[in-house]
């Protein structure tokens, strides 16, 4: 596939998968404001938080064995409605109990982004072309984390909370027109003939016993979980305890962004050369030794932000070796069931970086050594399961040929 063509179908499949980060991210600065407006206690307006999470993560599991049954497109034309229908929603809610419901029912409808592309990804490729799409894919996903914050601020100064969801509503309503115009179907019909409800049971419950596919993925929702707790625990520790603006905070989130999609561009190639095993491997080690450099640092009485940002930086690099390389992986030998397999690994990434941000929060204090325990604690499990996993595959050079 020709560079171009490269660069336009990242630009689709990744502007699709940032739909539903971008309703998280640029929707955080409006819930002091939601609260007041309806009238809600904290709990009530962080449970529209949460329930999006959930109906995010879940709903993963339904739209990946229906695209393998009735193509990718379908899924995503329902998915991209009922999220935009339920922004609308949203944005006319006048009381926080419907709020929260129709946040689960958004939710649901970005789940469809989430998954679908990297089906679309294994499809299209495998091995490491599929590691250099999938990595110009996550450059265009996570940009998100680094704009959307700033950009809701921006709509709610001008015109309230509720333009946040006319604002994402409208992003739904350019994805519609992408698929609908530019996105070809990438499932075949002869492929999808054995595809059914009884095959997807069979394929999640085949993928439920693959400890090859398993493995994989935990490696990939460790480095994910260790992020989830850097998002919960660091405006806490970057503006409470070193007493950085939010502006301040917003830059060095950027600078960490910034680091991990630099490095998701250096896969394919780093992947063609040494192979891809050997680029989890290596990448999950050193991304594992640094934090134990900074989980070291603080337990030994250190306190400087230069240090933590440093450090940080760097294992943010590995990460972005590891994340995108093994989720290829995980796929490469499933090309007959990918929008499933692609699912359960959505699903399971996104439970495991919930769990690890619910239980750092039991202990989190506003100081750095919880959120640094936290997040060096996922690195090292990601260490071992990459060896557990990879050891006996340290001469590979590339994925293994993917099965049709």
Not at 8 to 17: E, F, P, Q, R
Not at 67 to 73: A, F, I, N, P, Q
Not at 78 to 105: K, N, Q, Y
Not at 287 to 293: D, F, K
Request: charged fraction near 10%.
């Amino acid at each position: 596939m020709p560079v171009t063509r490269y660069l336009k179908m990242a630009l689709i499949l990744g502007l699709l998968s940032a739909i539903g980060p971008f309703a998280i991210d640029m929707y955080l600065p409006a819930l002091p404001d939601i609260g007041r407006s309806l009238g809600a206690e904290v709990g009530s307006v962080q449970l529209t938080l949460t329930v999006f999470f959930l109906s995010l993560g879940a709903g993963q599991l339904f739209y990946g064995p229906v695209s393998d049954m009735v193509g990718r497109k379908p899924p995503l034309y329902f998915g991209l409605a009922l999220f935009t229908l339920a922004s609308v929603g949203c944005a006319l809610a006048t009381d926080i109990h419907t709020l929260v419901a129709l946040r689960f029912l958004q939710g649901l409808g970005a789940a469809a982004g989430m998954v679908i592309p990297r089906a679309v990804v294994r499809d299209l490729h495998t091995g490491t072309e599929a590691a250099r799409l999938m990595s110009l894919l996550m450059l265009v996903f996570s940009v998100s984390p680094i704009l959307a914050p700033l950009t809701g601020s921006g709509v709610i100064a001008v015109v309230g909370w509720r333009g946040v969801f006319w604002v994402v509503a409208l992003a739904a309503v350019a994805g519609l027109a992408l698929v609908y115009g530019v996105l070809k179907e990438t499932r075949s019909a002869a492929a999808r003939v054995d595809s059914s409800l009884g095959s997807a049971l069979r394929a999640y419950w085949l993928l439920l016993r693959d400890a090859h596919y398993l493995g994989l993925v935990g490696i990939g929702s460790c480095a994910m979980s260790g992020f989830f707790v850097f998002l919960a625990g660091s405006p806490f520790v970057f503006i409470n305890h070193y007493g950085l603006s939010p502006t301040q905070y917003s830059l060095a989130f950027a600078l960490n962004a910034a680091a991990f999609i630099g490095a998701a561009q250096f896969t394919a190639p780093l992947g063609q050369r040494f192979g891809l095993v050997r680029l989890v491997k290596f990448a999950a080690s050193a991304s594992g030794t640094i934090m134990v450099l900074l989980l070291s640092y603080y337990l030994l009485g250190g306190d400087q932000l230069a240090v933590l940002m440093g450090l940080y930086f760097v294992a943010s690099g590995f990460m972005g070796l590891v994340i995108p390389t093994t989720s290829v992986l995980a796929l490469d030998r499933h090309g007959a069931i990918a929008g499933t397999a692609s699912a359960l690994m959505g699903t399971l990434q996104m439970l495991f970086g919930a769990g690890a941000m619910g239980l750092v929060s039991l202990f989190a204090n506003g100081e750095p050594l919880p959120m640094v325990i936290g997040m060096a604690t996922g690195a090292l499990i990601g260490v071992a399961l990459a060896w557990i996993t990879l050891g006996s595959m340290g001469h590979t050079h590339a994925a293994p040929k993917a099965q049709a």
